[in-house]
């Protein structure tokens, strides 16, 4: 009886997946093209008509090479928007339509330093409210089987994309704001940051580390 796992991973090659993955595909293909093969040697064909038959199955094998790539690539394409970008997007919009609220309701900010450039804006409500916001982004993430680094980057995407904006206006202050000191530019730059990337990223963060305590607690039970 032929080798069919050996010939499955000769003429399959490398498909740059992980070794794991690599022999998970060639086992199942092996396992197909084996079940084809014996159900013809049982019908009284030939082995090596039967070996011919069923090597024709595969087709072109740089072609059926080419698909299982795609099919892989596609599959951790939907994934990532599964993994990080859905739930992100809720972490985002949820997280400064809080926030927006709460200014619409006349909530003042707390800053330290008033009127100095080093002074640091807080929102307590909001920032009170992060760690849940974070939280549910983890939930969701970890819910479409994502893990590590994927699911902090869901939950902290609002400070992420708040410090991506800074970045980009940063270049534009020192461009148009020629008159102020460029010290005190780099004061408030640093302000900002700490009050509204730094501070609301690791209470997002948080949310996520006791999102993930809750449900090691729940499978413990």
């Known amino acids: 009886m032929s080798d069919w796992r050996a010939y499955v991973q000769d003429h ?19 396992g197909h093209l084996e079940e084809h093969y014996v159900a ?16 024709a199955q595969a087709g072109d094998w740089e072609e059926l090479r080419r698909g299982i790539v795609s099919a892989k690539q596609e599959g951790t394409m939907r994934d990532r928007v599964r993994q990080i970008w859905v739930p992100g997007l809720v972490t985002l919009f949820t997280s ?8 619409w309701a006349g909530t003042r900010p707390l800053t330290s330093h008033p009127g100095e450039p080093r002074g640091v804006v807080f ?11 974070g939280a549910v ?17 869901a939950a902290s995407l609002p400070a992420l994309a708040l410090g991506a904006v800074f970045l980009l206006i940063l270049p534009l202050a020192f461009v148009i704001d ?3 000191p460029l010290q005190i530019k780099g004061t408030a730059f640093v302000a900002y940051i700490a009050g509204w990337v730094i501070l609301p990223g690791i209470l997002l963060s948080m949310g996520v580390a006791l999102q993930g305590l809750r449900k090691m607690q729940g499978t413990s039970r």
């Open 12 to 30: 399959l090659g490398s498909l740059c997946e992980a070794h794991a993955e690599r022999e998970e595909i060639a086992s199942e293909l092996a």
């Open 123 to 133: 929102y307590v409500p909001w920032l009170l409210l992060l760690p849940i916001i």
């Open 96 to 103: 400064y339509f809080v926030l927006a609220l709460l200014q």
């Open 178 to 180: 020629r008159q102020v």
């Open 40 to 55: 013809l040697c049982a019908k009284g064909v030939p082995e090596q008509e039967a070996f011919s038959q069923t090597s």
């Open 137 to 153: 982004g983890a939930y969701l993430s970890r819910r479409a089987q994502a893990s590590g680094w994927r699911v902090y980057l």
